[in-house]
């Protein structure tokens, strides 16, 4: 039986709409809706799905770096939202996160050296004369070498930076890291080995990872469990293999459907949504996918389906599945 590590139950995660003279709040961004999962020790959970369905915030939110309007996010029997700040400073060296831009998560004007290394220091985990040497070999076993140490984040590729963004985590010696879109602004080539370089990470260091993409075939390679999300809220739930061989939600089969496949003579059936995805300020009735599903019927705009489990821990949200 796995270990839990993290748990995540009924989280809400709601911004405001302010409006008028006096600025009241007239609204809510239902950016996280109800959303529930486990992730094991040593697992790789994928969260995927389009643009603006609340995969960042979900991530953001279980590291606490943006406060949860209900339910609970528990790490290791702790719950994170209880914790004073004293204790989230502490509980910080055992989650982490990878940025998706490599661009914009680095200060153009400390040296890469100092910007891995600073929150080891900040935390009080080495003395200053062993900071380099540490640095260095987390560099290393990222793909990078030690000369670069002293430069600059503007003197590095997307690759690198990503590499870097890594290192940063890793330092910590973390338990968890939330890689937020780590490979979406990175050309294919360097993708791969990106990705490889987290499953290799993941095997030597026994990380935990929630992987966020909204690439199912980036997911593929390096999750062991899927979750598919709407609109704020987790549409289908499954293992990697079982996900892929017989999805049972109609939006998972259209995501599916847009992955390339590298044979031209294999014709694949695409599954084109139509409309827009709407506003989770004013999400649809009844399932929020029904303005754009292909199966939908009287009974999709009146009542929210059942988030259920069909067999084999495969969790749907669908009427007809």
């Known amino acids: 039986m796995s270990e839990v590590l993290l748990e995540v139950d009924h989280l809400k995660k709601y911004f405001p709409i302010t409006g008028g003279v006096f600025q009241r709040r007239v609204g809510d961004v239902k950016a996280v809706d109800d959303v529930s999962f486990t992730i094991n020790k040593g697992e790789s959970f994928g969260l995927v799905g389009e643009s603006g ?132 602004a990175l050309d294919v080539s360097i993708q791969a080995q990106i990705i490889n370089l987290l499953s290799d990470l993941q095997r030597d260091k026994q990380l935990t990872y929630l992987f966020i993409s909204h690439d199912l075939s980036v997911v593929e390679h390096l999750c062991d469990r899927i979750g598919v999300m709407y609109l704020g809220s987790m549409v289908e739930m499954a293992s990697k293999d079982e996900l892929f061989r017989n999805p049972l939600h109609p939006y998972t089969k259209a995501l599916l459907s847009a992955i390339p496949v590298p044979d031209p003579t294999l014709k694949r059936e695409r599954i084109v949504l139509k409309g827009d995805i709407p506003s989770p300020a004013n999400p649809p009735s009844g399932c929020k996918f029904h303005t754009r599903c292909p199966l939908a019927s009287d009974i999709c705009k009146q009542e929210i389906p059942e988030y259920r489990n069909v067999g084999d821990n495969h969790f749907v949200a669908c009427h007809f599945a």
């Not at 590291?63 to 004293?86: A, Y």
């Not at 204790?87 to 060296?93: L, S």
């Not at 076993?141 to 670069?148: K, P, Q, R, S, V």
């Open 53 to 184: 369905c609340g995969k960042s915030t979900i991530g953001r939110t279980i590291l606490r770096l943006l406060e949860k309007t209900e339910g609970k996010v528990i790490f290791n029997g702790q719950d994170i939202h209880k914790l004073s700040k004293e204790q989230m400073r502490g509980m910080r060296t055992k989650m982490q996160i990878v940025f998706q831009d490599p661009f914009s998560s680095l200060n153009p004007r400390i040296k890469v050296g100092e910007a891995i290394g600073e929150a080891l220091l900040d935390h009080g985990l080495v003395r200053r004369k062993e900071l380099k040497a540490r640095v260095i070999e987390t560099l290393q076993i990222c793909g990078l070498a030690d000369y670069h140490y002293d430069r600059y984040p503007h003197e590095f590729s997307g690759g690198q930076r990503q590499r870097i963004g890594i290192a940063r985590a890793l330092i910590m010696n973390p338990e968890f890291i939330v890689a937020d879109e780590p490979v979406s």
